[in-house]
């Protein structure tokens, strides 16, 4: 047991015991013409950190306001705890912790008060509240600023604060939407390790996100979402598998990119040639000879400056299997969004 | 219980985040008593019309003072994502709709008893029947907040509640009877003021204070606590079925 009374697995970060906390089955929502979701189904271990990634519109926000009770599903069931909620939402709210894309906490209370408040309204009594309250603020480094209004906290501090107030009645739980958004890098860092620390302490986690990076270092398993469908689902380990098979090199050089593939692609024809903002990459499911290639591009006039082996990322597969470039993506969101990283 | 601690705390905050701040307070206290001031300078005939002109006061003051917050307590909040958290808590809708309206429906009242209390100082009112004018004070003040609830769901933005607002109140000034009988309206417009709860809640108030009501008690209340009921109805529906799509 740890300070909060809360279990501490003796298990890795993000993997989950086996046992479904929660279970969603061909879940659909349509709005007028548009599928937003189309016929969903997977599950969420207990103890787990789940992933859902997609591009903006896939469909992760309406899925979470409907695993959450804020939105009615066309077909489909959702199941907290083995408990069947997809008519009545209310009976496993109490299980469940939400902190939504936007912080969404009252600007004239003060941070205290604010954590004070979104406990009451679990039925937790005064004195309990004020002592996890006050116990959150400090594992949130936020003490100094509990008195301050919610209003005048920076983005940062402002989405420490929602996650404090969607653990606050200790969610079996909890549902985080683009917890990192256009907050800066020193706050995306601590709320990344925050994400695991909760995880560590027992509380299960649905995370949806753009920065795959994130979902990569966070999650137990992921789950692709592209215009509504879940396109994969599978563990961290088998999905980074499949790209270790693999082969990429990347070359900087001067001079024209187009120019440098059509060479290679003229010379080996076998290999997959490719531009990115840095210069090529090269791609093959065999080891790629570097030597060669840098004779070829010299020899073709091309001063070859840098060449050096890509580790496949997750975010690789994630483009092979949805095929949609993360980098649009992040951009796209981080424009929606607001603020940088 | 845990459900009545939720409760209390909602009411708490919005008597401290809405209510409680000086422009309510000053709204609360200035409103009637400047309409009180201003119906005696108007009608010239001193403070023996008191009696007359208060059964309307207290209407006009409770009107006013719940439909005018619920727009800032409900829209404002739903527009902000706040509202959400109250959705996402486990107690009931209609649990949670009556804890955001408790705090306007306590809110009329007090604003109520400021005519009522400046009536009380400048004359002795000695046909007043308290037993009926506090649970009509209350029904009054419950069937203009739910109708401000009805109006501040149905719109999307502040603004826009608050001119759905006034396109009630204004004309059940009017309507409702509050200083001139519905007998003197026009035949066509009579239907409508007898669709509205005001009329039955300011007949009691004039039946309590003067002793002049139209309609018979046992029609005033029931159709006042079903106008409530029917209005509240309607709110939650509408919650169900535009907030939780």
Not at chain 1, 270 to 275: A, F, K, M, Q, S
Request: charged share 20%; aromatic share 10%.
């Amino acid at each position: 047991m740890d300070s909060s009374g809360m279990e501490v697995p003796a298990q890795p970060t993000g993997i989950g015991h086996g046992e479904p906390l929660l279970e969603v089955a061909d879940l659909t929502k349509r709005f007028d013409d548009v599928t937003a979701v189309d016929g969903i189904s997977f599950t969420v271990d207990r103890g787990e950190i789940f992933g859902f990634l997609g591009p903006n519109g896939a469909g992760k926000t309406t899925t979470i306001t409907i695993l959450t009770g804020l939105s009615r599903p066309d077909s489909g069931t959702v199941k907290v705890a083995g408990l069947d909620c997809t008519d009545d939402p209310k009976a496993a709210q109490h299980m469940i912790g939400i902190v939504p894309d936007e912080s969404n906490l009252y600007p004239e209370l003060s941070g205290y008060d604010n954590l004070c408040f979104c406990a009451a309204l679990y039925g937790i009594r005064k004195r309990e509240r004020s002592e996890r309250a006050r116990r959150l603020l400090a594992d949130f480094d936020l003490q100094d600023a509990a008195g301050r209004k919610f209003g005048g906290y920076s983005k940062g501090m402002k989405r420490k604060l929602t996650i404090a107030a969607g653990i606050i009645h200790h969610p079996q739980i909890l549902f985080l939407d683009e917890p990192t958004t256009g907050i800066d890098v020193a706050s995306a860092r601590r709320i990344r390790q925050l994400i695991s620390d909760l995880n560590s302490r027992g509380t299960t986690i649905f995370l949806t996100t753009h920065y795959i990076e994130e979902a990569e270092r966070l999650c137990g398993r992921i789950a692709f979402i592209v215009k509504g469908s879940i396109v994969r689902t599978d563990t961290v380990g088998n999905l980074m598998r499949h790209a270790h098979g693999r082969n990429v090199v990347q070359f900087e050089f001067s001079g024209e990119a187009g120019r440098a593939c059509a060479l290679i692609g003229r010379e080996f024809p076998d290999l997959i040639c490719g531009t990115v903002p840095e210069g090529i990459r090269v791609e093959s499911p065999r080891p790629v000879r570097v030597g060669p290639l840098v004779r070829l591009l010299e020899d073709g006039g091309i001063e070859v400056t840098e060449a050096r082996k890509i580790l496949p990322s997750l975010e690789d597969v994630f483009v092979e299997i949805t095929g949609i470039e993360a980098g649009a993506m992040k951009q796209e969101k981080e424009r929606s969004g607001g603020g940088a990283r | 219980m845990r459900k009545w601690i939720a409760f209390w705390n909602i009411l708490l905050k919005d008597m401290r985040s809405y209510y409680l701040k000086p422009p309510n307070i000053s709204w609360g206290l200035l409103f009637p008593l400047v309409w009180v001031a201003m119906f005696l300078i108007r009608s010239g005939l001193g403070l023996e019309m008191l009696p007359e002109l208060l059964p309307g006061l207290v209407s006009l003051s409770i009107l006013f003072g719940t439909t005018s917050v619920l727009a800032v307590t409900v829209t404002f909040e739903k527009k902000g994502r706040s509202f959400e958290r109250l959705l996402l808590a486990p107690f009931s809708l209609e649990l949670l709709m009556l804890a955001k309206t408790s705090g306007a429906i306590l809110f009329g009242t007090a604003n109520a008893f400021v005519p009522i209390l400046a009536a009380v100082i400048l004359t002795d009112l000695p046909g007043m029947n308290w037993a009926m004018l506090i649970p009509a004070t209350l029904l009054i003040a419950v069937s203009s907040t739910f109708l401000g609830l009805l109006i501040a769901v149905s719109a999307r933005e502040v603004f826009e509640a608050q001119t759905f607002s006034n396109f009630f109140r204004f004309p059940m000034i009017f309507l409702c009877g509050l200083f001139f009988p519905v007998a003197s309206l026009p035949v066509f417009l009579r239907p409508l003021s007898y669709a509205l709860p005001l009329t039955y809640g300011n007949d009691i108030l004039r039946g309590s204070i003067a002793g002049t009501s139209l309609m018979p008690l046992w029609l005033d209340f029931p159709v006042l606590l079903g106008s409530c009921a029917l209005l509240f109805y309607f709110s939650i529906n509408i919650i169900n079925r535009k907030w939780i799509t």
